[in-house]
């Protein structure tokens, strides 16, 4: 199903009056109602502990006229909506165009990815699906501002499934891997890294688990059948030993022989994915993310297959590879090293191969009496009608097993404002049986009464450094607004390395060092911004 991005959710202005009658209306508590024994009421909503749930969205309605009513009718302008993203590749790359001595395209940098390559100590659910964490702060009074100057606070949406405790719990994978050998892969860090990864990974699965091989150049073939791993090991590491580069990319012809390959070798009850790695430089053939997309559409809908995206190289095709996940169900890394490539094929490989939740999607509603204006910092290419929102017709995210997913937005409060701020609702189906289910939380004015930088807490200071790093490196394209209060690059440095020091993650201190790298480049180039 297509994701519907032309749906915009409209900001706050001026005094918002309709808004804030329609806020009221759709911020009131609904009725509680049946319950099933998972925690669940009827229409699949969570129970609260109040019995309630405030309600972001009135339900959709159906029938022709049902669909037109939905395309023409204006969202309310407290609510937004997007579909979860786990995407880290923009932040990989970025640092390996850092560590090449080089600033990143703005254009391949997206916030939302350079933040959730971050996992968070939210609460984790008890079960399937997800926890809900809300907390914020304040980032201090903007001056200039069209109010004059007004405070603006950072208000953080928490998103996490529950951690396979070993790799033993997940269902059986059957992974179909696509493996581009063009010309291009032949530059060191490309074919032979991905060699290497696939080496690992086979050595990490289990043996009830199945891969196929595929490769493609300017031809696709099918390298090897979907094959059980259990006593099958060593010609899987044969076929990928002789693997060379050769001729151009024909990414398309890849993707089609993949997804065929994976319905020949569909196991009922596992979970069905096509692994593509490639550096996406399409050259040959269908090179339009929406037309291969086209072409596979059955094996994808049909038979639930997701994608599963890894980028290498030093130069990489970021636009196609970061289409193909977004409308493939699935979501994209990138690699640069053996050690990344050891963290994504074998620490994170039960979340990169499970799956916990599809077509989920989150939908905050501010209160229009506390909140003047708000902005959601990146999901730009993520966000979905507000009407869409419990269309599961209507594509999400696909999320696995132990992720987190967060999502930071700009928040100016109303003058003296107290009480309700916002509610964050998550919407998913289950993988199996595509049930819809939901779960909210919310957040109080009182709640952002600290600080960010002196008394905010660690995860959420690593968030803002990862959120503002990225608008900075985006700075100077016309495309995206600046967020308001930002820090320049220049004056991030400082916080980086605090946040850092706080954190004792070698993660959070490659931030700082990246954060460090470049302003130093920035500095070189003579930009000051």
Request: hydrophobic content about 35%; overall charge negative.
């Amino acid at each position: 199903m297509a994701k519907d991005r032309t749906h915009r959710a409209r900001r706050l202005r001026g005094t918002l009056l309709a808004g804030a009658l329609a806020g009221a209306v759709l911020l009131t508590g609904c009725g509680g109602g049946d319950s099933d024994d998972h925690g669940y009421t009827s229409d699949g909503r969570s129970r609260s502990s109040g019995g309630t749930l405030p309600l972001p969205a009135p339900d959709g309605t159906t029938g022709e006229q049902g669909q037109k009513d939905r395309e023409f009718a204006p969202s309310p302008d407290h609510l937004s909506t997007f579909a979860l993203d786990v995407d880290t590749a923009s932040y990989g790359y970025a640092r390996r165009a850092l560590d090449d001595g080089r600033l990143p395209d703005p254009a391949t940098v997206r916030p939302e990815e350079f933040v959730n390559s971050f996992p968070q100590d939210y609460r984790r659910p008890a079960g399937n699906g997800f926890s809900v964490t809300v907390d914020g702060a304040r980032t201090g009074t903007v001056d200039g501002d069209r109010t004059g100057g007004s405070d603006w606070s950072l208000l953080r949406v928490g998103l996490a499934t529950r951690a396979a405790e070993t790799d033993r719990e997940r269902p059986p994978a059957a992974l179909t891997f696509v493996i581009d050998i063009s010309g291009s892969m032949g530059e060191p860090g490309r074919l032979d890294l991905v060699k290497e990864s696939l080496d690992v990974m086979t050595d990490r699965l289990r043996d009830d688990d199945s891969v196929a091989l595929v490769t493609f150049s300017d031809e696709a073939e099918r390298v090897l059948p979907m094959t059980r791993l259990g006593g099958h090991r060593g010609s899987v590491h044969r076929a990928v030993g002789r693997l060379e580069p050769t001729d151009s990319t024909n990414l398309g012809a890849g993707v089609r022989t993949g997804y065929a390959t994976a319905v020949d070798g569909l196991r009922e009850g596992a979970t069905n994915r096509v692994v593509l790695l490639s550096d996406a430089l399409a050259n040959t053939g269908d090179t339009d993310a929406d037309s291969i997309l086209e072409r596979i559409a059955d094996a994808r809908r049909a038979h639930g297959i997701t994608l599963f995206g890894v980028g290498v190289g030093s130069e990489y095709g970021d636009a196609l590879m970061e289409r193909l996940a977004d409308r493939g169900d699935g979501h994209t890394v990138y690699v640069s090293g053996t050690e990344e490539a050891r963290t994504v094929f074998c620490d994170q490989l039960p979340r990169n191969v499970g799956l916990t939740a599809r077509d989920a999607k989150a939908q905050v509603a501010f209160d229009p009496g506390t909140v003047e204006d708000f902005r959601l910092i990146g999901y730009d290419d993520r966000q979905v009608a507000d009407d869409d929102f419990r269309d599961d017709r209507v594509d999400g995210g696909e999320v696995g097993p132990g992720h987190t997913v967060t999502a930071l937005y700009a928040v100016r409060t109303r003058p003296g404002a107290s009480g309700h701020l916002a509610t964050a609702t998550v919407r998913w189906l289950d993988p199996r049986t595509r049930a819809p289910h939901e779960t909210s939380g919310e957040l109080e004015t009182a709640a952002l009464g600290d600080d960010l930088w002196s008394s905010g807490s660690t995860g959420l200071r690593v968030s803002a450094v990862a959120a503002y790093f990225a608008d900075a490196l985006r700075g100077g394209d016309t495309r995206w607004e600046p967020l308001p209060g930002a820090p320049s690059l220049s004056e991030l440095v400082g916080p980086a390395r605090e946040v850092a020091d706080a954190a004792g993650s070698s993660a959070v201190d490659g931030l700082a060092q990246a954060v460090s790298r470049a302003n130093e480049l920035r500095y070189r180039s003579g930009t000051t911004h």
